[in-house]
Structures are given as structure tokens and as C-alpha cells.
């Protein structure tokens, strides 16, 4: 964020010492244990920001499992998951979010500036994108604006989007790519990244054996003969 809007919940967020008069409740989800550590300090000081973290998981399973229990009005949610990744979270929400009476609204909130990973959780229900070079100041900004209702994205970022559903001209939806699982689209991009079939299974949490699955299945649903092969065609569709 560039922080254009950071004035826009004034009465939100005390940070120059005034009282708060509006509370947000949200859950964090991302696998790295410091990183959430990191954003609850930042931000969860409620008597100054607003902001209750009532929640925290690391893989989809947890993430459901807690914003089903703790109905937050905002989920801060990280694209790349074990288990699935935010897509998956998002799908299995997606009663939450279209709830008639106090929606869950998510806010992706990720390290990747990816098109492709942009585009994939709004197309998911996420209502907004930001990275995680934010401030904590344009953070909490960011969560309330979601839980009003608005879509949120880093300046960058709001392009891809008008270029994929605003623009007549957006590419058409890559068919080869929609034949992957979001698992083997993770494992695709850490191949194409050159990582190691032990360090992707250690990054993503599963054995070297369900590496080589996913390898396997992705070979055969792209037509390609190796490695070498996956890694041309994911750079040509800007993947890595």
C-alpha cells in the first residue's frame, strides 16, 4: 500500500494515542510461525489499533477449522498453504463469505506478486491483495477498509486485475494450467524455481515420495518429458 488511503479510518486506529472507537476481528493465517508473531505485534495491540487477532493457523485445515469457530469479520490470508493453499481456503469458506448476516471477508496478504496468484484468490472471493512489504499503519487501514466492504490491493497489483476482468483484451484463461491441482501448481513453480524434490517436501510439509507424485501427474497432465521441459514452460507463462 502507499498509503493514499491511510487517513480514511481515522477513528479506527488510535496509533497517534486517541481511543478507538471500532473494533475488527481477525484471524492469521500463514505456515511461518514468526511471520504471524511478527504481524500480532504490529498490529494486535486492539486498545490502539482496533484490531482483535481472535485466531491464528498454518495450513488449510487449521484455517478452517478456526475461522469456522471464531467467525472473524476479516481473515488475513496467505496464497501458499500447506494443504492447498488460499484457494482452498477460500473455497472451503465460501458459506462464510456469503453469509447474508456478518460475512467473513478475507484479505490476502502474501510475499508474492504474482499475476497468476493475484488473479486466482479474487477470482476466490478474497477482497483484496497486498504484499508483505505493508506498513502495520496501512495494514490495519487495509483490514477495516475490507470489512466495509471495499476491495483493497497494492497500487501494482490492482492492474492485474483490471486486466483480467475489467479489460477486453485479458489473455483467455489458460486451459493446460486450470488441469492442475493448487498443490501441483505449488510443486510446479518450486521445480521451475530449481528446488529440490527434499526441500520442496520439507516446504510444503509432505513426503519426498508425494513430491514425485505431483511431479509425475504434472508431467503427464502438461504433456512434457522432464524437469527441464516444466521449468520452459513455466517461465514462458511467467510462473516462476
Known sequence: ?????????????????????????????????????????????????????????????QAVTVITATRPEVVL????????????????CAPLMAAAEHPVR??????????????????????GYVTKTI???DLVDS???????????????AGFVLDAFASTDAPPVDEDLDRLTQREREVLRLIARGYAYKEIAKQLFISVKTVESHVSAVLRKLQLSNR?????????????
Open 77 to 92: 490470508l496467505d496464497v501458499h498453504l500447506p494443504g492447498g493453499g488460499g484457494v482452498e481456503v477460500l473455497r472451503r
Open 135 to 137: 506498513t502495520g499503519t
Open 228 to 240: 527441464h521441459e516444466l521449468t520452459r514452460w513455466a517461465t514462458a507463462r511467467r510462473l516462476v
Open 143 to 157: 483490514v477495516f477498509r475490507v470489512q466495509d466492504g471495499d476491495a483493497v490491493f497494492s497500487p501494482r497489483l
Open 106 to 127: 478475507f484479505l490476502a496478504l502474501s510475499v508474492s506478486d504474482a499475476a497468476e496468484d493475484v488473479i486466482g484468490v479474487i477470482r476466490g472471493g478474497a477482497r
Open 1 to 61: 500500500m502507499n498509503g493514499q488511503n491511510a487517513g480514511t479510518q481515522g477513528q479506527a486506529q488510535g496509533q497517534d494515542g486517541g481511543a478507538v472507537d471500532r473494533r475488527v476481528r481477525v484471524v492469521l493465517v500463514d505456515d511461518h510461525r514468526m511471520f504471524r508473531a511478527g504481524v500480532q505485534a504490529e498490529i494486535g495491540d486492539t486498545a490502539v489499533t482496533g484490531v482483535e487477532v481472535v485466531g491464528e493457523a498454518a495450513d488449510v485445515d
